[in-house]
C-alpha cells in the first residue's frame, strides 16, 4: 500500500486534473460579442414574462414565455427584429394546444393580446416562418379571448428556411402593404401572402414574443 503522503498527493493531482478539464469546457462555450445597436431600438412595454437591457442597447430576455409591445402610441406596418438564440429556458411552458415549441418572432397592429398579427420563426420541434392572426374583437385581455380566435395564413410563395444556430445572429423583417404581408429572413424574402380581412381594421404597435427560448434581441420599427 503506497505511503499516505502519496496517497495525499494524487488525491490533489486528481482534484486538480477534475477542476481544469470543468475549466475548460466552460471555456468551450461559444461567447458571442453584442455590437452596439445601429439605431435606437423601440422602447418596449412587457405585458407577460420579462426582460433586462444590455449596456450595447439589447433586450434579453430568459424566461418561458414573453410579450411585449412598443411603448410608442401609433401603428407602424414594419418591424425588424435582430435576434441571438442563446438556447432553451432552463423551464419550458407549453402552448394552450399542449405542444412545447421554442419560437420567437414579431407582433403587428397589436391592438392588445386578443388582436394581433403574428409572424413568428419556429424552432423546435418545426422550422420555418408561420404567420397568423389572432381576432377577437369583442375582446382586449387574455383571460377574456384564451388561445381563442387564431387563423393560420397560408403563403401564395415560401422558402424553405434554415434552422435557428445558437449563438448566431440572425435577421426577421416583416412588412405589411395593403393587405400584402413580406417576411424576410437574413434579407432574403422568405414569406409572401394576403392576410385575411380580419388583419384590415387591426391598429396598434409592433411588438415582439418568444416562447421556451433564451435570446439576445433588438427591434426597431418605420
Known amino acids: 500500500m503506497p505511503p499516505p503522503n502519496t496517497l495525499l498527493r494524487c488525491s490533489l493531482i486528481f482534484a486538480l486534473f477534475t477542476a481544469s478539464c470543468r475549466h475548460r469546457s466552460v471555456d468551450l462555450e461559444p461567447k458571442v460579442a453584442l455590437a452596439p445597436a445601429r439605431e435606437a431600438p423601440v422602447p418596449l412595454r412587457v405585458s407577460a414574462g420579462r426582460l433586462t437591457s444590455t449596456s450595447e442597447g439589447w433586450s434579453t430576455v430568459s424566461v418561458p ?24 429556458t432552463a423551464a419550458s411552458s407549453p402552448l394552450a394546444d399542449g405542444t412545447l415549441r421554442r419560437q420567437i418572432g414579431i407582433k403587428l397592429r397589436a391592438r392588445d393580446t386578443c388582436n394581433v398579427v403574428y409572424v413568428m420563426w419556429h ?53 405589411i402593404r395593403d393587405d400584402l404581408l413580406e417576411v424576410t429572413v437574413d434579407r432574403t424574402v422568405a414569406w409572401l401572402g394576403t392576410l385575411p380581412p380580419s388583419a384590415r381594421t387591426l391598429r396598434g404597435p409592433i411588438g415582439v414574443r418568444s416562447d421556451n427560448g433564451e435570446f439576445d434581441f433588438t427591434l426597431r420599427g418605420q
Open 65 to 88: 414565455g414573453m410579450r411585449a409591445e412598443s411603448a410608442i402610441a401609433g401603428t407602424s406596418d414594419v418591424a425588424e427584429l435582430r435576434f441571438v438564440y442563446r438556447g432553451p
Open 123 to 175: 424552432i423546435a420541434p418545426t422550422v420555418g416562418i408561420h404567420v397568423s392572426v389572432k381576432s377577437n374583437p369583442d375582446a382586449e385581455r387574455h383571460d377574456a379571448c384564451g388561445a381563442r380566435g387564431y387563423a393560420n395564413v397560408l403563403p401564395a410563395q415560401s422558402r424553405p428556411v434554415a434552422e435557428v444556430s445558437r449563438f448566431a445572429p440572425h435577421v426577421l423583417r416583416a412588412t
